[in-house]
């Protein structure tokens, strides 16, 4: 397969994954390295396609995603476990992490979680990498985007976060 087929190949299987798909995956179904595949996905970015990446892969995001909400969140590194569960267990995906930065301005880091083995494999990767969180930036405040199947959900999230004591309100 030519380089050029197998970037076209790359971002139809991203179209038609539902789920995040690293460039380990891709490589070894391409028959490719790892680097390979970074290189394309790089390519295929700067002509135009949508792909963002995640900690769990590559992803091209779906214009339905449901209701999406912003929330702004003040907790520190302890608390975002409960505070990434808390929004999951409402039916909710946290699709990013958004902070923002004195020198950088907006820094926004994808997520993309939908459940609690999501959350738990996000920060098995974090400890792993002895990664902080980009809110350590901000003092604890950062935001999240959220996708929700409806406004009944977000208000639940809104109501756990407010019993955590995180949800950071006007």
Do not use: W
């Not at 680097?35 to 970015?45: E, I, K, M, P, T």
């Not at 923002?100 to 993309?112: A, D, S």
Request: hydrophobic share 40%; proline share 4%.
């Amino acid at each position: 397969m030519r380089a050029e087929e197998r970037r076209q190949a790359i971002l139809e299987h991203l179209r038609q994954s539902s789920r995040p798909v690293s460039a380990g995956v891709l490589a070894e179904r391409f028959s490719v390295s790892r680097q390979a595949v970074v290189g394309d996905v790089a390519l295929l970015r700067a002509s135009g396609a949508d792909i963002s990446a995640t900690p769990r892969g590559y992803v091209i995001l779906k214009a339905d995603q449901g209701l999406i909400r912003r929330i702004a969140c003040r907790h520190d590194g302890l608390g975002m476990e409960a505070e990434l569960c808390a929004v999951v267990d409402q039916g909710c995906s946290v699709l990013d992490v958004i902070v923002e930065h004195p020198i950088y301005g907006q820094l926004t880091g994808p997520l993309q979680l939908s459940s609690r083995y999501d959350v738990g494999q996000f920060l098995s990767r974090c400890t792993e990498a002895g990664a902080r969180p980009l809110s350590d930036l901000t003092g604890g405040i950062h935001l999240h985007t959220l996708s929700c199947p409806g406004e009944d959900a977000f208000r639940r999230v809104q109501d756990a976060l407010r019993n955590l004591g995180v949800l950071l309100e006007g």
